[in-house]
């Protein structure tokens, strides 16, 4: 167990719809981390937040956002969904010294 | 930008037959590579952490090695439990905090 919190482990729903994916880091970890995992694609980093502040972006899509709440947990909400949003999401938290410790993911399916 | 290209794609091996996993990278400034494992359908799991090269690391049948372009995870006598999918990321002296590049992965099939 890592101590990250992902809930819903998993979700179906249909295109054009909208979800929230939430994310509660481990005790003590200020920043969250989001990632999307594909199967024809390996982990690729979505958007990073450090004590509630967005601190980095990667391939985010425009109709995906994220926040993190002052008791330091994270939304991530996909919206106008596609059949290629299909995927499994994870969300991380940082020790101290750099390693990201991973939630079990939210398995979304978009039919 | 950061790149990290793992090799062979999927290895099959019999238990106790002993192999080598590659991860190769470049990147703007190594801060750390970063090992993880990664079941089906579950978060990777993290496991090693080598920060310059000729850095070892090992844990029950695994060790993990770095040199200035590449890193290896060796599996010595492996057992059926260590199948998994094996994950290398980097992380750079010039991104923002923890952020990880990975690879796509080396899915490890040990057969009994």
């Known amino acids: 167990d890592s101590g990250v919190t992902q809930t819903p482990k998993h979700l179906i729903t249909a295109t054009g719809q909208r979800v929230t994916l939430r994310c509660s880091p481990r005790?003590?970890?200020?920043?969250v981390y989001w990632y999307q995992q594909s199967l024809d694609q390996g982990l690729q980093f979505l958007i990073q937040?450090?004590?509630?502040?967005?601190?980095a972006k990667g391939n985010i899509l425009e109709r995906f956002s994220a926040q993190q709440f002052p008791d330091l947990h994270s939304e991530l909400n996909l919206s106008s969904l596609e059949l290629g949003d299909s995927a499994l999401y994870f969300c991380?938290?940082?020790?101290?010294?750099?390693?990201?410790?991973f939630g079990e993911g939210s398995r979304l399916t978009v039919l | 930008e950061d790149q990290v290209t793992q090799s062979p794609e999927a290895l099959r091996l019999q238990e106790g037959e002993s192999s080598s996993l590659n991860c190769s990278y470049t990147?703007?400034?190594?801060?750390?590579l970063f090992w993880y494992r990664q079941d089906p359908g579950k978060g990777p799991e993290f496991l090693f952490t080598?920060?310059?090269a000729g850095e070892e690391k090992e844990k029950e049948r695994l060790k993990a090695t770095l040199t200035k372009k590449e890193s290896f995870l060796h599996i010595t006598a492996p057992k059926p439990e260590d199948s998994a999918t094996y994950l290398c990321?980097?992380?750079?002296?010039?991104?923002?905090?923890?952020?990880?590049?990975f690879g796509e992965g080396t899915q490890l099939t040990v057969n009994p």
């Open positions: 005790s003590g970890d200020l920043s």
């Open positions: 990147v703007s400034g190594l801060r750390g």
């Open positions: 080598l920060y310059s």
């Open positions: 991380a938290s940082s020790s101290p010294t750099g390693e990201l410790f």
């Open positions: 990321a980097v992380q750079s002296l010039v991104t923002s905090g923890s952020r990880l590049t």
């Open positions: 937040y450090y004590n509630g502040e967005e601190r």
